[in-house]
């Protein structure tokens, strides 16, 4: 996900509660859609769904293991932090903040540890 997400279709998925209760237990810790069903008592087709919006959106951070078996499994966490709508004569101004990529935080941290 590299494109600004649409606020309008932020705005749908933030209306959904199930999304929302995935994105407030994503806030502190990974979570697997396992995880995720259980906690937000939703079942699993359902989180899958929301998921993959949350995803799309770059709202939703997916990372994806693999275990002792050799079987791939995702853990989720949230990157939204503040959707902000302001109110002008001409429309809206709508800005949405969301965690920098784990990767663009990384490269961001040796670019500082370098000087650039």
Do not use: N, W
């Amino acid at each position: 996900m590299t494109e600004e997400p649409d606020p309008p279709a932020v705005f749908a998925t933030l209306d959904d509660e199930y999304a929302r209760d995935i994105l407030v237990a994503t806030k502190t810790e990974r979570l697997s859609a396992k995880e995720l069903s259980e906690r937000c008592d939703m079942s699993r087709p359902t989180v899958s769904r929301r998921v993959g919006r949350l995803v799309e959106q770059g709202l939703l951070e997916e990372y994806t293991h693999v275990d002792p078996g050799g079987r791939h499994y995702s853990e989720y966490e949230a990157r939204l932090e503040r959707v902000d709508v302001r109110l002008h004569a001409a429309g809206f101004d709508v800005t949405i903040d969301r965690r920098p990529d784990p990767a663009d935080r990384m490269a961001s941290l040796f670019d500082e540890m370098r000087g650039d």
